[in-house]
């Protein structure tokens, strides 16, 4: 069973850094992908970033581009979003999310992952 578990979210000041956390059990081999959403309130959930663990390749939305990076370590089975210079419109509930079966579409679109994590709440005060 395939299992992802968020960790890193907390109250931060405008302007500053957070890392979040998805630690990955379960897959079988290393053909997936892992997307970070966040969705508050009054939002869908929005696709940030995403990484293909198989040909180690990135993938931002505008939103996230300039100040998002999301990086692997393999490792230790862990997808790291490095979130800095953060808004107040930053605040969110943030998500990690695996695509096993079609890991480009998951990058290409956010759209339709198998799993998702239990999600860490990111606020930013300001």
């Known amino acids: 069973e395939v299992q992802l578990v968020e960790s890193g979210g907390g109250l931060v000041q405008a302007g500053g850094s957070l890392r979040l956390s998805c630690t990955v059990s379960?897959?079988?081999?290393?053909?997936?992908?892992i997307a970070w959403f966040r969705q508050t309130s009054e939002t869908v959930r929005d696709g940030i970033a995403c990484?293909?663990?198989?040909?180690?390749?990135?993938y931002y939305a505008d939103s996230a581009k300039g100040r998002f990076t999301i990086s692997s370590d393999n490792a230790k089975n862990t997808v790291y979003l490095h979130m800095d210079n953060l808004r107040p419109e930053d605040t969110a509930v943030y998500f990690c999310?695996?695509?096993?079966?079609?890991?480009?579409?998951?990058?290409?679109?956010?759209?339709?992952?198998?799993?998702w994590g239990q999600g860490t709440q990111v606020t930013v005060s300001s």
């Open positions: 999310a695996a695509e096993g079966f079609r890991p480009l579409f998951l990058c290409k679109h956010y759209a339709s992952p198998d799993y």
């Open positions: 990484t293909m663990r198989k040909v180690n390749t990135t």
């Open positions: 379960g897959f079988t081999s290393d053909d997936y992908a």
